[in-house]
C-alpha cells in the first residue's frame, strides 16, 4: 500500500491506497512546531488507529509546502513502511512540463493537482483549490503545466476582515437565509460565501477565455463543498485529487535509484 502526505499551511491530508484504490483519508491540522517524534507518532497512531500496520505500507509520497514539517517526513517516512519515499520537489519526475518564468518556486501541491487533474479529467483543464489560499492552476491543451492565480482563501480573507474591524466576530461558513443579509452575523455570511463565488467565477471565466475552447473545471480541498454549490463555473469536484496526484508521481518514480 502508498501512503500519501500532502501538507498545506493549514492542514495536513493523509490517503492511503491499495493499488489504485484510495482505501483511507484523514485530515489534521498543521504544526510546524511539531517535533520529529511528534510526526511520528501522530502518523502510526492515526494509522493504527483505523487497522493500518506499518509493515503494510510499501511507499510513501509527499508534496509539502511548510519547509519545517518536509524536513520531519524525510526522516520520518523510511521508517513508517518499507518502499520508496517520493517527495515533490524540482527534480521530481512528474511527466508534465513547466511552462512558468521560474519552475522551481511553483508548490508542490500545484503540480501535483495539475497531474491529477490531466490523468483524471481531461484537458485543457482548470483546477480551483480551495485551502488557505485558493490558488487556480492551468493544464494546457498539450498537457503543459501553464501557471495559474492565487488569491486569499476564504477563511482568511474573512479573518481579515474580522481582525481589522471592532464590531464584526467570526461566523460559520454556512449559507445565509437570503443575500440580503438580515443581521451581521448573515450579512457577513452573505458577503464571505457569495462573494468568494464571485470570485471563483471571475477568475474561472477569464483563464477560460484565455484557453478557448472547452475546458474542463475541477475544484478540490477542504471547502470545495461550501463553496462550489454557489459558484456556476465548475463542473466537479474531485475531493481528493491532490491525493490521487501523489499517487500518480510515485509510481512514476519508484523506480528510479
Same mark, same amino acid.
Given at each position: 500500500?502508498?501512503?500519501?502526505?500532502?501538507? #498545506?499551511?493549514? @492542514?495536513?491530508?493523509?490517503?492511503? *491506497?491499495?493499488?489504485?484504490?484510495?482505501?483511507?483519508?484523514?485530515?489534521?491540522?498543521?504544526?510546524?512546531?511539531?517535533?520529529? %517524534?511528534?510526526?511520528?507518532? @501522530?502518523?502510526?497512531?492515526?494509522?493504527?488507529?483505523?487497522? *493500518?500496520? @506499518? /509493515?503494510?505500507?510499501?511507499?510513501?509520497?509527499? +508534496? +509539502?509546502?511548510?519547509?519545517?514539517?518536509?524536513?520531519?517526513?524525510?526522516?520520518?517516512?523510511?521508517? &513508517?513502511? /518499507? #518502499?520508496?519515499?517520493?517527495?515533490?520537489?524540482?527534480?521530481?519526475?512528474?511527466?508534465? +512540463? &513547466?511552462?512558468? %518564468?521560474?519552475?522551481?518556486?511553483?508548490? $508542490?501541491?500545484?503540480? !501535483?493537482?495539475?497531474?491529477?487533474?490531466?490523468?483524471?479529467?481531461?484537458?485543457?483543464?482548470? !483546477?480551483?483549490? *480551495?485551502?488557505?489560499?485558493?490558488?487556480?492552476?492551468? !493544464?494546457?491543451?498539450? #498537457? $503543459?503545466?501553464?501557471?495559474?492565480?492565487?488569491?486569499?482563501?476564504? $477563511?482568511?480573507?474573512?479573518?481579515?476582515?474580522?481582525?481589522?474591524?471592532?464590531?464584526?466576530?467570526? !461566523?460559520? *461558513?454556512?449559507?445565509?437565509?437570503?443575500?440580503?443579509?438580515?443581521?451581521?452575523?448573515?450579512?457577513?455570511? +452573505?458577503?464571505?460565501?457569495?462573494?468568494? =463565488?464571485?470570485?471563483?467565477?471571475?477568475?474561472?471565466?477569464?483563464?477560460?477565455?484565455?484557453?478557448?475552447? %472547452?475546458?474542463?473545471?475541477?475544484?478540490?480541498?477542504?471547502? =470545495?463543498?461550501?463553496?462550489?454549490?454557489?459558484?456556476?463555473?465548475?463542473?466537479?469536484?474531485?475531493?481528493?485529487?491532490?491525493?490521487?496526484?501523489?499517487?500518480?508521481?510515485?509510481?512514476?518514480?519508484?523506480?528510479?535509484?
Amino acid at each position: 500500500m502508498l501512503l500519501a502526505i500532502d501538507v #498545506g499551511n493549514t @492542514q495536513v491530508a493523509l490517503g492511503m *491506497f491499495n493499488g489504485e484504490d484510495l482505501i483511507g483519508h484523514w485530515r489534521i491540522s498543521t504544526d510546524p512546531d511539531a517535533t520529529i %517524534d511528534e510526526v511520528r507518532w @501522530q502518523l502510526t497512531g492515526i494509522l493504527g488507529a483505523d487497522g *493500518f500496520a @506499518q /509493515s503494510d505500507i510499501r511507499g510513501v509520497a509527499i +508534496s +509539502s509546502v511548510v519547509p519545517a514539517i518536509t524536513a520531519s517526513l524525510r526522516r520520518v517516512a523510511p521508517h &513508517i513502511g /518499507s #518502499g520508496d519515499v517520493v517527495v515533490v520537489e524540482p527534480g521530481t519526475r512528474t511527466g508534465m +512540463s &513547466i511552462d512558468i %518564468d521560474n519552475p522551481r518556486e511553483v508548490g $508542490a501541491d500545484r503540480i !501535483v493537482n495539475a497531474v491529477a487533474a490531466r490523468e483524471r479529467h481531461g484537458l485543457p483543464a482548470i !483546477v480551483v483549490d *480551495f485551502g488557505t489560499s485558493t490558488n487556480f492552476d492551468v !493544464v494546457g491543451k498539450d #498537457g $503543459a503545466y501553464l501557471g495559474g492565480s492565487i488569491a486569499p482563501g476564504l $477563511a482568511i480573507a474573512t479573518n481579515a476582515l474580522v481582525s481589522g474591524t471592532a464590531a464584526l466576530r467570526r !461566523v460559520e *461558513f454556512e449559507e445565509p437565509r437570503s443575500v440580503i443579509g438580515k443581521g451581521t452575523v448573515e450579512a457577513i455570511q +452573505s458577503g464571505a460565501l457569495y462573494g468568494h =463565488a464571485g470570485l471563483v467565477d471571475g477568475i474561472m471565466e477569464r483563464i477560460a477565455a484565455e484557453l478557448g475552447g %472547452d475546458v474542463k473545471r475541477i475544484a478540490t480541498g477542504g471547502l =470545495a463543498p461550501t463553496i462550489v454549490p454557489h459558484c456556476s463555473s465548475v463542473d466537479l469536484i474531485d475531493p481528493y485529487l491532490t491525493l490521487e496526484g501523489l499517487r500518480i508521481i510515485h509510481d512514476l518514480n519508484r523506480d528510479q535509484p
